[in-house]
């Protein structure tokens, strides 16, 4: 029998060669759900049109509970924060100065992700043991099952499409307006590093046909009625109604151990019961924070520091010399329009990614915060007409890490303690990205608000991993091209976990691509 573990966007891509192969699998998650009050009213705004939902049920929906003057909120799922929630027992997490998250719900964190979708370049993995023309058919597998929006533009030249297909998805009028700037000093941006193109985004996942499309009604950053972002919850849920898998909810794994031929999963329900289940081999796809503390305790590694890579997060306004009006009111998808890419930063080792976000409620709710006091409505609708947002990552060469060390709690039970171990020259390098932006406002027509910069704590853009990272010759605190840990023969890691290091560009991709890859490669011998 084959198990995985998760049900998040690695745990599906690596199901997917197996499917393929006529392979059955055994999916064993705890699967948190929104509540079923919840998923009543969303499913009545799926039969309706956007002009026909109601304030109340909008409002409802969009609720941010989290949302204050500082910091940036984390992102709901319908008001919900399922994808947050941690079992009452079991392993607890101790997060110091770390803003890292694990995610037991069914879809891991693609119920909140914002569907970004750019590959790894040959440069930024160069220290990897495998390189891009290995991942490269199975960036190509994955757009086939999370569909892709798109478009060609100057990003093809470094980062490739890797799709037969792709849709086409309207910009707001305050990212067509930058995007044209942007096109009219595309020589100058060239001269000085900088590429930039339209976002790619996992929109109409192909494999589910669905029967909508974008109906651009606002409401990406707290969820999609009509289920055309992709979330690996759809995978997940069409293919054990089809009897592809059998999917068993209510479970947290503890321990994985080998014993000659058979490999040994325990743990248990959340109702408290003990359970054991055999199989040939395993794929773990729990997330960073909960695959490493399963090697761990499986290992009995206790009090044994053990260091992952993140890619700082950071984030700031941008504001354009000339508003779009009526802004508030327009129909749009409000995920990121525009990505651009820094290939000149002064000391940073690698390029910077950026990704560009018009209006959204999130943007204007913290506006209304941070400036009601300060100026009147007039004012404040006029000052949204013209601010973006500007979401960064740097690579992991250029950020803290994170350590994680599996220890006994005074309760006895076991914690993953996780602090964050810094790196001198981050902020400075995130200060010079703001000094380069400045220093091109007459090409941008628009200037940082660098007082209104978000540094992220470590962790705080779920970009991380590395615990176990890949090696030719792995020693015990790494993993081979398969993802199998230092002592394992049939456990494989699948998820961010074996990443050598976290280039700048979106990490959901490629995690989904390695996981395909190591799957793939293993589907023939389970034949």
Same mark, same amino acid.
């Given at each position: ?17 197996? &499917?393929?192969?006529? &392979? ?18 969303? #499913? ?25 003057? /500082? ?31 694990? #995610? ?25 043991? &495998? ?19 798109? @478009? ?33 000093? /595309? ?113 009995? /590694? ?8 993140? #890619? ?21 998808? @409000? ?77 006895? &039970? ?11 020259? @981050? ?95 293993? @589907?023939?011998?389970?034949?």
């Amino acid at each position: 029998m084959i198990c995985v573990i998760g049900s998040g966007p690695a745990a599906v891509a690596c199901i997917a060669p197996f &499917i393929k192969q006529g &392979i059955k699998v055994r999916v064993i998650d705890i699967g948190h759900r929104l509540d079923e009050t919840t998923t009543a009213q969303v #499913s009545s705004l799926a039969t309706q049109t956007p002009a026909q939902w109601s304030s109340s049920d909008i409002s409802r929906l969009t609720q941010n509970k989290s949302l204050s003057y /500082r910091g940036i909120p984390l992102k709901l799922s319908f008001g919900s924060n399922f994808p947050y929630r941690t079992p009452s027992f079991g392993m607890e997490y101790a997060c110091k100065k770390v803003a890292s998250l694990p #995610s037991y719900a069914l879809g891991g964190f693609s119920n909140v992700w914002g569907g970004a979708m750019l590959p790894y370049r040959a440069p930024d993995i160069a220290t990897w043991p &495998i390189d891009v023309e290995e991942l490269a058919p199975h960036y190509e597998a994955v757009v086939n099952l999370t569909g892709l929006a798109a @478009t060609h533009d100057d990003l093809e030249r470094y980062f490739p499409l890797y799709a037969s297909h792709i849709h086409s998805l309207n910009m707001s009028t305050q990212a067509e307006s930058l995007l044209k700037d942007l096109q009219h000093s /595309r020589e100058p941006l060239r001269h000085e590093g900088i590429i930039f193109g339209r976002s790619r985004l996992a929109f109409t996942p192909s494999v589910l046909e669905p029967q909508t499309k974008c109906q651009y009604c606002t409401l990406c950053m707290s969820g999609c009625p009509y289920g055309v972002i992709f979330n690996s919850s759809m995978l997940i849920k069409y293919w054990s109604a089809s009897g592809a898998i059998q999917y068993v909810d209510q479970c947290i794994v503890e321990t994985i151990r080998e014993t000659g031929d058979d490999i040994v999963i325990k743990g248990r329900t959340t109702h408290g019961e003990m359970f054991e289940e055999h199989a040939q081999r395993v794929f773990l796809a729990a997330g960073l924070l909960p695959s490493t503390a399963i090697v761990l305790r499986s290992q009995d /590694r206790y009090n044994e520091p053990v260091v992952a890579n993140d #890619s700082q997060y950071f984030l700031f306004p941008l504001l354009r010399f000339f508003g779009n009006d009526g802004v508030r009111r327009e129909k749009m998808h @409000t995920l990121s329009q525009i990505f651009i890419e820094l290939f000149e930063v002064h000391e940073a080792s690698h390029p910077v990614h950026l990704q560009i976000y018009s209006y959204n409620d999130l943007i204007y709710e913290k506006l209304q915060k941070t400036f009601r006091s300060l100026m009147p409505q007039s004012f404040l609708e006029k000052l949204v007409s013209r601010v973006l947002v500007v979401q960064g990552y740097l690579h992991s060469d250029d950020s803290a890490k994170i350590q994680m060390v599996l220890s006994k709690s005074s309760k006895n &039970i076991d914690q993953l303690n996780v602090t964050p171990l810094a790196h001198s020259k @981050t902020r400075l390098l995130v200060a010079q990205v703001l000094r380069k932006v400045g220093s091109l406002f007459p090409l941008l027509k628009g200037v940082p608000l660098s007082p209104l910069l978000y540094m992220g704590e470590a962790g705080r853009g779920f970009h991380s991993g590395g615990s176990f990272p890949m090696s030719n010759n792995p020693s015990m605190r790494e993993a081979d091209l398969l993802g199998r840990p230092w002592g394992y023969k049939r456990l494989h890691l699948v998820d961010a976990s074996i990443f050598p290091s976290i280039p700048a560009t979106t990490i959901t991709y490629s995690v989904m691509a390695n996981a395909h890859r190591i799957a793939s490669s293993l @589907t023939k011998e389970n034949q």
